[in-house]
């Protein structure tokens, strides 16, 4: 190369790119995220969580928080695309915890539940 900075001119007849969508794209693009977005929330839906040392519980209580905030966010944004209601799917069934303290493991599970039950009063 010269070292010499070389512009491109549009030539006439010659198209160029544009930055905006057409209506046929923005189409095809809410067609996409229409049926993605099903799937995504699926997805949330069959993680799973694993806590090698689950202790009193915290710690699942809060990735299932997170779950379920996460698909409320989608929720919310399928709505702007014109999904209908996506509703909550994650439950303490997706939470997995190790503990050898048998009394530390039925806390473990009591938190879970009566955390997640006092956010939904």
């Known amino acids: 190369m010269s070292g010499k900075r070389q ?25 996409l995220l229409r049926s993605l977005i099903p799937s995504f929330f699926d997805k949330i839906a069959a993680t799973r969580v694993l806590d090698p040392a689950c202790g009193s519980g915290n710690f699942l209580y809060v990735a299932l928080r997170q779950l379920l905030d996460l698909e409320k966010e989608v929720s919310q944004f399928a709505s702007t695309v014109g999904l209908p209601g996506l509703f909550p799917q994650s439950s303490p069934t997706q939470l997995y915890g190790i503990e050898l303290n048998e009394y ?3 806390l473990a599970q009591a938190t879970v539940w009566i955390r997640l039950h006092s956010m939904a009063a």
């Open 104 to 106: 530390a493991h039925e």
């Open 7 to 31: 512009t491109e001119r549009a030539r006439p007849g010659r198209q160029t790119r544009q930055s905006h969508s057409t209506p046929g794209s923005a189409t095809r693009n809410q067609n």
